[in-house]
C-alpha cells in the first residue's frame, strides 16, 4: 500500500529542508567559496525562505499546483542558473502530476524523474558533471529500481536517501564541467559541490518525513 502526500505534507516538508539548508549556511558558502561563486548558499537559502512564506497559501493547492507555484517561486527568487534549473524542473514535475491532488510513491518518483531530465535538458549537463544532478540522478534511479522491484515503502526512502548522499560525496572525487570549479587548474577535485550537498538535504529531508509520518 503505498502511501499519500498531501500539498500540507509537500509544505511541512519544505519548512524542513529550509532549515536544514538555513543552519548548514556556513558550511554551504565554505564549499562554495572553494569551487564556486561562493553565493550558492545564499541564493539557494532566499528561495527556500520564500517558498516557506508562500506555505499557508500552497497548503490549499492541488498537489500539482503546488509544484508549479514552488516553480515559479525559485525561478523569481534564487538567483543564479539554481533559480532556472530549480524553477524549470519544479514547472516541469507539476505538468507531469497534472490534476492531482495528492501523490502517491508512484508520483513523486514521476515528479522527481521529470525534474532531473529537466534540469539535465536545460542546463546541458549529465551524471558526472560535479553539479546537483549528481545527487538526485542517482536517488531517482534507485527510486525506480525499488519500485520495480516492489520494495517497501521503507525500504525505498532508504535507499532514495541512501543514493542522494552517497552521489553527493561522488562529487569529491568528480572534475567539474559546468561552473567557476571547470576554469580551476584541478577541476574542483577534492571538493564537494555545494548544488549537490543542498540536493541531497532536500532529498534526505524528503525522505525522512515520508518514513516519520506517511508509512
Known amino acids: ?7 500540507k505534507d509537500y509544505v511541512a516538508y519544505i519548512n524542513i529542508a529550509a532549515k536544514k539548508i538555513h543552519d548548514n549556511g556556513e558550511y554551504i558558502s565554505k564549499l562554495d567559496a572553494t569551487t564556486g561563486d561562493g553565493d550558492h548558499w545564499a541564493n539557494i537559502n532566499m528561495g527556500f525562505e520564500n517558498l516557506v512564506a508562500a506555505g499557508p497559501e500552497m497548503e490549499t493547492m492541488p498537489m500539482c ?27 516541469a514535475a507539476g505538468k507531469a502530476i497534472a490534476g492531482k ?25 549529465q551524471p558526472g558533471y560535479k553539479t546537483m544532478i549528481d545527487s538526485l540522478y542517482p536517488a531517482v534511479q534507485a527510486y525506480k529500481a525499488c519500485l520495480e522491484r516492489g520494495d517497501s515503502d521503507a525500504d525505498t526512502m532508504a535507499a532514495v536517501k541512501k543514493a542522494a548522499i552517497d552521489g553527493a560525496e561522488e562529487t569529491k ?19 564537494l559541490d555545494p548544488g549537490a550537498v543542498t540536493m541531497s538535504y532536500q532529498l534526505e529531508c524528503l525522505c525522512d518525513y515520508v518514513t516519520a509520518n506517511l508509512l
Open 1 to 7: 500500500m503505498s502511501f499519500t502526500m498531501t500539498s
Open 65 to 91: 499546483d503546488v509544484f508549479k507555484k514552488i516553480g515559479m517561486l525559485m525561478m523569481s527568487k534564487i538567483g543564479g542558473s539554481s533559480g532556472v534549473l530549480y524553477g524549470g524542473a519544479y514547472m
Open 101 to 125: 491532488e495528492t501523490i502517491d510513491s508512484k508520483d513523486l518518483c514521476l515528479a522527481l524523474d521529470t525534474m532531473v531530465n529537466d534540469m539535465m535538458t536545460r542546463g546541458k549537463a
Open 173 to 191: 572525487k568528480m572534475e567539474a564541467v559546468k561552473g567557476r570549479a571547470s576554469y580551476q587548474a584541478n577541476k574542483g577535485v577534492g571538493h
